[in-house]
T-cell receptor
């Protein structure tokens, strides 16, 4: 059974600081997805990582995937208040025969 | 492109009443998913369709939940009768080529059972 764990679950960080959110998963896969969810809103796709060593960056966010370690990271650089949201990682199997399995999410709060 | 469209956005019902949710996926997306998201949790799959066929419904509480996907396009999810514990956000998502291009989620239906 595929399991996805994120940490931390809650993160309060100051503006302009850097931090990393970690996502571990239990079964071999090289397909990992990061989503952002604002309160009361749906899931917004941030990154799709489809191979070992994949690295993608958008603005102050950078995601990477290490399939051998079964680990993905979401790095936040010089945080700003607008990044406050809940961030989910999700994994599915290479075959595409299994659906996305989500972590519990990391609730990020960026404070001045 | 309209994205994945869901309705209604909000629904409040009394327990034991029936309720239905509707989803229109992105045109051309052959796979459709219904997820349930409890407060403070990640979404969990209820059912997955490949075209018209339900290929994974192992997490669907079949005693009260049912779903259909007519002509491999729109889908409805029904609960009858609803229980207090069914209060959650019900998300519909669709994908092409089993997620190789990612998954797109709708805005969800927030169900409150009182």
């Amino acid at each position: 059974e595929l399991k996805v764990e994120q940490n931390p679950l809650f993160l309060s960080m100051q503006e302009e600081k850097n931090y990393t959110i970690y996502c571990n998963y239990s079964t071999t896969s090289d397909r990992l997805y990061w989503y952002r969810q604002d309160p009361g809103k749906s899931l917004e796709s941030l990154f799709v990582l489809l191979s070992n060593g994949a690295v993608k960056q958008e603005g102050r966010l950078m995601a990477s995937l290490d399939t051998k370690a079964r680990l993905s990271t979401l790095h936040i650089t010089a945080a700003v208040h607008d990044l406050s949201a809940t961030y989910f990682c999700a994994v599915d199997m290479n075959t595409g025969n299994t659906p996305l399995v989500f972590g519990k999410g990391t609730r990020l709060s960026v404070i001045a | 492109e309209a994205g994945v469209v869901q309705s209604p956005r909000y629904k409040i019902i009394e327990k034991k009443q029936p309720v239905a949710f509707w989803c229109n996926p992105i045109s051309g997306h052959n796979t459709l998913y219904w997820y349930r998201q409890n407060l403070g949790q990640g979404p969990e799959l209820l059912i997955r369709y490949e075209n018209e066929e339900a290929v994974d419904d192992s997490q669907l509480p079949k005693d009260r939940f049912s779903a259909e996907r007519l002509k491999g396009v729109d889908s409805t999810l029904k609960i009858q009768p609803a229980e207090l514990g069914d209060s959650a956000v019900y998300l519909c998502a669709s994908s092409y080529n089993r997620g190789m291009d990612g998954y797109t989620f709708g805005s969800g239906t927030r169900l409150t059972v009182v």
